[in-house]
Each structure stands twice: as C-alpha cells, then as structure tokens.
T-cell receptor
Framework: DADVTQTPRNRITKTGKRIMLECSQTKGHDRMYWYRQDPGLGLRLIYYSFDVKDINKGEISDGYSVSRQAQAKFSLSLESAIPNQTALYFC???????????????FGPGTRLTVL | GESVGLHLPTLSVQEGDNSIINCAYSNSASDYFIWYKQESGKGPQFIID???NMDKRQGQRVTVLLNKTVKHLSLQIAATQPGDSAVYFC???????????WGAGTKLIIKP
C-alpha cells in the first residue's frame, strides 16, 4: 500500500552493526506495528504502538527496539544485528478500534534485511 | 499452544476454476478471523474478515466460511484468475489478545 512506506527496501549488514528500519504512513492511523516474516512462517509481531506514547512488546521483541517519533513515523532498531535476524520486515498501520485486532491492518512493501 | 495452521502449503488450480484454501486454528477463544493476500515483493493485503457470530461472509469473488465446531476456516475464490497467484494467510484474534496470530501461508499457483 503506497500510503505506508518503508526505508530501506533492502539492506545487507554485518554482525554487530546497529540497523534502523523506518516506516512512514500518510493514512492518519493511530496504530502502527512491526512484523517479521521468515520463509515458511507467518508474520510475527515484534512491537506495536497504539499512539505516540503507547508502545508495547509483541511476540518476539528481544534484540529489537522501536521509536514512535510522530503519529506518522515508527522506526525499528536492531542494536547489534545477528544472522538469525535475517528476514523480511513489515510495518503496518490500523485505525483505532474497540479491540485493536479487529482493525484492518495496512502493510508497507517490506524491508529485506540480511545480516552476514 | 495457540496456533493457526494451514493444511496445504501449495495449491495449484486451473485458471477459471474455484480455489479453496483451508486454515485450522486451535484457540477456541478466537472470535475474529482475517484473510490476507501477499503477492510477490509486496506486503500482505486485506481480503476479507469474519467474526465468530457468523459462519459465512461473501466479498467480491471471495467467500470465507467458518466452522467453529471443528475450528476450521476456509477461503473460496471463484473463477480463479492469474492475478490471484499469491500466498494467502489466515490470521486469528481473540478479544483478550491484541495481537493477530498468523498462519504459515498457502501459496496459490494458477495453471493456464
């Protein structure tokens, strides 16, 4: 969805390097998410944010951190990248809903990260 | 533990035929289910959703069926077209859990 953009689209880095993946959205949504996708597996939630001051850990937050700089921006950082963090990373957004899982999520195009 | 899984990792269908993609879930507390389509090189795209108070919901060329008795969800695509080639994911959610739980995906291949 062109309303959700991710940079970079591809990144190759070395073990131990700090990496930041950025996500921006023009949909005006309050909620933003970071997912990781590995071959043969579904998406797994890393972090999610209900608004600028509300950030929550997901299923696999270890080794990752996030920053919600503004309603439209949500970045994911790998403080010290390791090879098993090689994956496809997706950012998503959703509107506010009574229960967040009920809100349709809109995804960015993904960032392919390779850690050597 | 809680999980959402798919019976078939790959499904090949003749163009013009109907496609049926299946999904099993194990969390009996799940009451909301979603299907997403992921084309090559793109992020997942919402197709259709269904709440547990329904057993069928129709969209444009797609129908989702929910059988709570056997914890089974299916996505039916009518008159499959080449543009339907993608990986299809089911995901589930329960009222007490803010997170979507995703299945592993089924790759749909359209034969000309």
């Amino acid at each position: 969805d062109a309303d959700v953009t991710q940079t970079p689209r591809n990144r190759i880095t070395k073990t131990g390097k700090r990496i930041m993946l950025e996500c921006s959205q023009t949909k005006g949504h309050d909620r933003m998410y970071w997912y990781r996708q590995d071959p043969g597996l579904g998406l797994r939630l890393i972090y999610y944010s209900f608004d600028v001051k509300d950030i929550n850990k997901g299923e696999i937050s270890d080794g990752y951190s996030v920053s919600r700089q503004a309603q439209a921006k949500f970045s994911l950082s790998l403080e010290s990248a390791i090879p098993n963090q090689t994956a496809l990373y997706f950012c998503a957004t959703s509107e506010r809903a009574r229960t967040s899982g009920r809100a349709r999520q809109f995804f960015g195009p993904g960032t392919r990260l390779t850690v050597l | 533990g809680e999980s959402v899984g798919l019976h078939l990792p790959t499904l090949s269908v003749q163009e013009g035929d109907n496609s049926i993609i299946n999904c099993a879930y194990s969390n009996s507390a799940s009451d909301y289910f979603i299907w997403y389509k992921q084309e090559s090189g793109k992020g997942p795209q919402f197709i259709i959703d269904i709440r547990s108070n329904m057993d069928k919901r129709q969209g444009q060329r797609v129908t989702v069926l929910l059988n709570k008795t056997v914890k089974h969800l299916s996505l039916q695509i009518a008159a499959t077209q080449p543009g339907d080639s993608a990986v299809y994911f089911c995901a589930e959610n329960s009222y007490s859990n803010y997170q979507l739980i995703w299945g592993a995906g089924t790759k749909l291949i359209i034969k000309p």
